[in-house]
Each structure stands twice: as C-alpha cells, then as structure tokens.
C-alpha cells in the first residue's frame, strides 16, 4: 500500500504548507457546504423560522463538540512529535489510547448532549417562535454526536502524521449525501428541522466509518488494530494535557456565545434569522484560516520533535502571510457581494437585512484572525497549549461578555433617544449599519466578535514572540509535548 503520510521536516516548506493546508481547506469547505445546504434547504422549504430555530443552536452544539475537538489537538500534537522524532512504538500507542478514550467519550457526549438540550435553549432566552423546532433539532444532533467525535479524532490521527486528503475524501462524500438526504427528508418526505438534523448525523455516522476503515487498513505503526486497544496512561496524560486547555477554551468559548445569543435574541426573530444566515457565511471567511493554522500546528510538532526551531518558525511566517492574502480576498468578495450571498441562505427580506448589517460591521475586522488562530496552531505544535487557552478564555468570553453587559448597560432607550441626532448615529444610518437611529444599540453589540479578536491577535502576537518557539536554537533538544 502506497504511504500517504508525509514528513515535513525537510523540503519545500511552502509546498508542504500547500500540499497539508488545500486539501483541508476544501474539506472543511464541503462541512460548509452542507451546513450551508442545511440552512439554505431549511430557510427556502422548512417552516417559518425554521433557519434561526436550526442556526441558533449553533452555540450550544458547538459548545459540546469543542470540548470533545479539543482532545483531537492533543492527539494531532503528540502524534506529530512523535512521528517527527520517527518513534513507531510510541505512535501506535497514542493512536490506540485516542480511539480507545473517543469511544469513551462518545457515550459522555450523547448523554450529556441530551441532558442539556433543552435548559440550555431556556437559558439564551430562544424566542417562542423557535423553541420546539430547536429542541427537536438539538436531541436528534445529540442522539447521533458519535459519528462526528470519532471522525474528527480519526481524521486528526491522519493530519499528524501528513495525510490531509484521505479526510478531504470524506468529507466530500459526506457532504453529498448530506445534501441528497436533506432534499429527500425536508423537501420530499417533509420532515423539517428534524429532517435536516438527522440528515446530518447519518452523514457524519458514514465519514466515520469511513475514516475507521482506513485506520484498519493502514500497515504502518499509525494503523488501528482492534486487538491492542488500550489506553496508556502516559500518552493519555499528554494527550489530555495538551487537549484539555484547549476543550476547556472551545468549550467556554462556545458557553459564552449561548449568553451572546442571549443579547442578540433581544433584537427580535428577524435579528436572530438574520444572525443565522450571517453566521453560515462568516464560517467560509474562516476555512483558509483554519486549514492554515492546523498545517501550522502539523508542521511546528514535526519540526519541533526533529530539533528544526528555525525551520518551525519559518513555517509560521509563511503560514501568517498565506493566511492573510486568503482572507482578505474572501473579505472583499463577501463585503461586494453581500446580498446576493444571503439571498442563497434565506429569502426573508428582514433577516436578509439584518444579516447585511452584520457583515458590514463584523467582516472589516476578520484580518485580525489571521494572527491570533496561526501564532495559537503554533504554540500548541511545541506543546505550549495553556497560554493559548487563558488568552482565548479572556478575550472571547470574559472581555466579551463584559462587554456586552456594559453596552446593555449604557445604551439604554434614554441614552439612544439623546444620540439620534449625532453625526455618528446619522452615518451609522446612512452606512445601512443600523436600521434607524432609535437602533443605535444594534451596532456596539455586533462589534462584541471584533473586539474580542483584536485583543486575542495583540496578548498571541506577544506570548509567540516570548515563547520557547521563538528563541529555541537549532538542534535544542525539545521536552516531550506537556502543556505549558
């Protein structure tokens, strides 16, 4: 059988970056795709207020896939070391602990998922209108999370060791037949949201059974046998050590956002609709992002275990520059084009509106990504995966959140009602940022994400440039991967 992993830790390394990166960013923009294809099939042939009962889940499903995702990193960052340090005893054994402890984790998922689907929609305050077809939508994705958490696991233990394309094929497949499973349920059996929601876990049940085959088939020391599975409690506690800061940032991150929702959700269903839409967008904006912060990840752990810091470093510069000429570009496209865009998400005229204003306000700011996502995949490769994680903590969610209370605090009607007539509240009309000027409070609240960036880029940019990383010498020996 032909090898499909790669060693980056010689070679062209704009070639590696390319060769790592394209394929997982056409993945996981077909997992945009079809996400895509749910809320457009949901928003056009569902009921109404099916797109914001679907999109507005969003932060609670992604709160319990990042605590569960987080691990993966783990996996990806001793894995990538130990296969840059060429140790084959020591890979089978990280690949049999991460398979063994997902389908662990799995059952902890699903029931814990279905515990908290329906207080969790209480506590963001989820409009009447949407409730039920919410809670549907959220049980059904929470009866079938397996199928993610051992793909994403499986598809991790591939990218450490240079294989980004046999989970690109995956992806593609399951994207298909999410589609023609969401035309078949929604369209032509009529089964609304839950249509959607069970389209998507049969989907992703498939790309994990696909990724296990591959596992089962593979001859080299990454390969999956049934036979040794076991969890080492050594490789369990790297993994988890470097993982857990991570589940803990996603985890809050996504926690914070529930009570984000909680603000937008004040603004109306229309807002809510319009966010969803919004929010379908704003994840392609991020594809090249996070393709090329997870190549920078993949090739910092092989370089760093093979004692090459320069190498490593010069792979972060390409990674930064690649991933700014990447987003500015879609930015643009996205600011020209930002109607037509969302005509394709949902055709409700006021959810169209407010998803425009969002994109106008939020989408300028999105360069400041590049940094904070590339400079964290970098730190997290030479296993430094705590700064990362308490800068993301303080920045998404408690800045946020008490920058949000403070907006709600001081945008009140009366203070709204003083600056109607200022220049700034007529050129936030004129701009199509706000609807009116009585909707002042509309845009300090959509600047929440933007804020949080800036500051995540500025704390990242100055912990990259203290880090061993960065003033690592050539051939020093680098510590075994242990969350700093």
């Known amino acids: 059988m032909a090898r499909r992993d790669v060693d980056m830790t ?12 394209a394929p997982l960013a056409l993945g996981l923009l077909f997992q945009q795709l079809y996400n895509t294809v749910d809320a457009a099939v949901i928003g056009h042939f569902g009921p109404p207020n099916a797109l914001g009962a679907v999109t507005s889940t969003g932060s609670i499903v992604n709160m319990m896939v990042g605590i569960f995702n987080g691990l993966s990193l783990g996996t990806g960052v001793v894995l990538s070391q130990a296969y840059g340090a060429h140790d084959e005893g020591r890979i089978s054994r990280v690949v049999h602990t991460t398979i063994k402890a997902t389908l662990i984790l799995c059952v902890i998922a699903t029931v814990v998922g279905l515990m908290i689907a329906r207080p969790a929609l209480v506590w963001m305050k989820t409009n009447p209108e949407h409730m039920a077809m919410s809670t549907t ?65 049969v989907a992703q049940g498939a790309s ?84 090329i912060a997870q190549a920078s990840t993949t090739f910092v752990g092989q370089n760093w275990g093979a004692r090459q810091p320069e190498r490593a470093r010069q792979g972060v510069r390409y990674g930064v520059w690649m991933s700014l000429a990447c987003l500015l570009t879609l930015a643009a496209v996205m600011m020209i084009f930002t109607e037509p865009l969302l005509h394709i998400i949902t055709s409700d005229e006021n959810a169209i509106t407010y998803g425009a204003r969002f994109i106008r306000i939020i989408t300028p700011f999105y360069v400041t990504i590049c940094f904070n996502q590339l400079y964290a995949g970098a730190l997290r ?39 109607q007539d200022s220049a700034f509240t007529t050129f936030l009309v004129h701009a199509k940022l706000i609807a009116d000027k009585g909707d002042l409070a509309f845009f300090p609240m959509a600047l929440a994400f933007p804020m949080g960036w800036i500051l995540a880029s500025a704390l990242l940019i100055i912990c990259y440039r203290r880090s061993k990383l960065f003033r690592a010498q050539q051939d020093e020996k680098p510590p075994l991967a242990i969350a700093k």
């Open 208 to 291: 994990a059974l696909l990724v296990l085959e591959v596992l089962l088939r593979e001859p080299h020391a990454y390969g999956l046998r049934l036979k040794e599975l076991r969890i080492d409690r050594e490789e369990l506690k790297r993994i988890f050590g470097l993982g857990l800061p991570s589940s803990i940032q996603q985890g809050l991150t996504s926690f914070s956002n529930v009570f984000v929702m909680r603000y937008v959700n004040e603004f109306g269903a229309a807002c809510t609709d319009g966010w969803g839409a919004y929010n379908k967008l704003d994840m392609f904006l991020m594809v090249p992002v996070m393709a």
């Open 10 to 21: 010689r070679g062209n390394i704009f070639r590696h970056y390319i060769g790592f990166a």
């Open 137 to 201: 939508y959220l049980m059904t994705y929470f009866a079938g999370i397996s199928g993610l958490l051992i793909y994403n696991m499986g598809s991790a233990i591939l990218r450490a060791v240079g294989d980004s394309r046999r989970p690109l094929y995956f992806l593609i497949f399951s994207a298909l037949l999410n589609t023609g499973l969401d035309f078949l349920f929604v369209i032509a059996f009529n089964m609304g949201v839950f249509g959607v929601a069970l389209a998507t876990i």
């Open 381 to 419: 490769g030479v296993g430094s995966a705590k700064a990362p994680m308490f800068i993301f903590l303080g920045s998404f969610v408690l800045f946020r959140q008490v920058y949000l209370f403070l907006t709600d605090l001081i945008f009140t009607p009366a203070v709204v009602e003083a600056l």
